[in-house]
């Protein structure tokens, strides 16, 4: 199986634009659709991003999805970063035997 | 509109098995293409997904819990069981239930459960 790495934590001011990668260990990026999802405390999980780029109903466009098969990775980028913005933010894939696999999740603070 | 909630015990005793049950509304998981899946977060850690099952029964569990992990569809088609046994201090965490958008074979999970806080203790 595979791995999706993500960075512990992303940090930057209101109003900048922020990406967090989601790096595949083995095999193509591009082979099963990356999709991330939103967690805030006390809330369930939301999508921000699916099939790799859509946006989900109620997501603005300040939010944007897309993969790179020379990296091997997917990235979820937020333009015009709001306080609200701030959660924990997920990518997950799945296998050829339809195992899912989780991101290790990234922590977004807007300062 | 879809809506899923979990229930089931909020503290267990190590070694003890649990039992948790997903009753959702707005889909039945006896149509064609439908899935439910569990997944779990230990407090500060990441989601990890356990298992689904699909409408026809098929499932699919994380290999690393596979031996201990069980799904049952209840025979209405809106109750999914969650069965673990051997639990332990690790199993400590949330356990959220959500939907599978209908796919040949894409795992995407469109409707979340608000999930359920489990605990392992003695």
């Known amino acids: 199986n595979f791995m999706l790495t993500q960075p512990h934590s992303v940090s930057e001011s209101p109003g900048k634009t922020i990406t967090i990668s989601c790096t595949r260990s083995s095999g193509s990026i591009a082979s099963t659709y990356v999709h991330w999802y939103r967690l805030r405390p006390d809330s369930a999980p939301t999508t921000v991003i699916y099939d790799d780029n859509q946006r989900a109903s109620e997501v603005p466009d300040r939010f944007s999805g897309s993969v790179d098969s020379s990296s091997n990775s997917a990235s979820l980028t937020i333009s015009g970063l709001r306080t609200e913005d701030e959660a924990d933010y997920y990518c997950q894939s799945y296998d050829t035997n339809n195992h899912v696999v989780f991101g290790g999740g990234t922590k977004l603070t807007v300062l | 509109q879809i809506t899923l909630k979990e229930s089931g015990p909020t503290l267990v005793n190590p070694t003890q098995t649990l039992t948790l049950v997903c009753n959702f509304s707005?889909?039945?998981?006896?149509?064609?293409?439908?899935?439910v899946s569990w997944i779990r977060q230990p407090p500060g850690k990441a989601l990890e997904w356990l298992g689904l099952?699909?409408?026809?029964?098929?499932?699919r569990y994380n290999p690393s819990l596979q031996s201990r992990l069980t799904l049952t569809m209840a025979a209405s088609g809106k109750q999914v069981v969650l069965t673990m046994t051997n639990m332990g201090p690790l199993d400590t965490g949330t356990y959220y239930c959500?939907?599978?958008?209908?796919?040949?074979?894409?795992?995407?999970?469109?409707?979340w459960g608000h999930g359920t806080l489990v605990t392992v203790s003695s």
């Open positions: 959500a939907h599978r958008r209908p796919a040949v074979t894409n795992q995407f999970f469109d409707y």
């Open positions: 707005g889909f039945s998981l006896s149509s064609t293409g439908v899935a």
């Open positions: 099952i699909y409408w026809d029964d098929d499932k």
